[in-house]
Nanobody
Framework: QVQPVESGGGSVQAGGSLRLSCAASGYRYTMGWFRQAPGKEREGVVA???????NYADAVKGRFTISQDNAKNNLYLQMTSLKPEDTAMYYCAACGSVGAGYCLDYLAKNPAFGYWGQGTQVTVSS
């Protein structure tokens, strides 16, 4: 249905910023950002539904911001005040017609039911 392609990852020192991008081919439904650190479960970061409603994980509230362009060709994740614990592979995923909160929780635990990009690595050093 859609093949997300992530970009924008890299290495940054604690307190720095990065902006991730996801090419999503005009996807009209809920999308989200997820991450997975070595040895840890994949977790939802933030999702946005077709009406622009957002749901953020507690760990990133106030620091990360999700946005889309008007045509929904691109999804963005602006990350500020980065911490070493933010280090992970970051993935963009399509969640279908579910709400943002449901996407954030369900898809992280059931990744086979979404459409995923290949990920982009974010490394935050102290």
């Amino acid at each position: 249905q859609v093949q997300p392609v992530e970009s924008g990852g890299g290495s940054v020192q604690a307190g720095g910023s990065l902006r991730l991008s996801c090419a999503a081919s005009g996807y009209r439904y809920t999308m989200g950002w997820f991450r997975q650190a070595p040895g840890k479960e994949r977790e939802g970061v933030v999702a946005i539904d077709s009406d622009g409603r957002r749901n953020y994980a507690d760990a990133v509230k106030g620091r990360f911001t999700i946005s889309q362009d008007n045509a929904k060709n691109n999804l963005y994740l602006q990350m500020t005040s980065l911490k070493p614990e933010d280090t992970a592979m970051y993935y963009c995923a399509a969640c279908g017609s579910v709400g943002a909160g449901y996407c954030l929780d369900y898809l992280a635990k059931n990744p086979a039911f979404g459409y995923w990009g290949q990920g982009t690595q974010v490394t935050v050093s102290s």
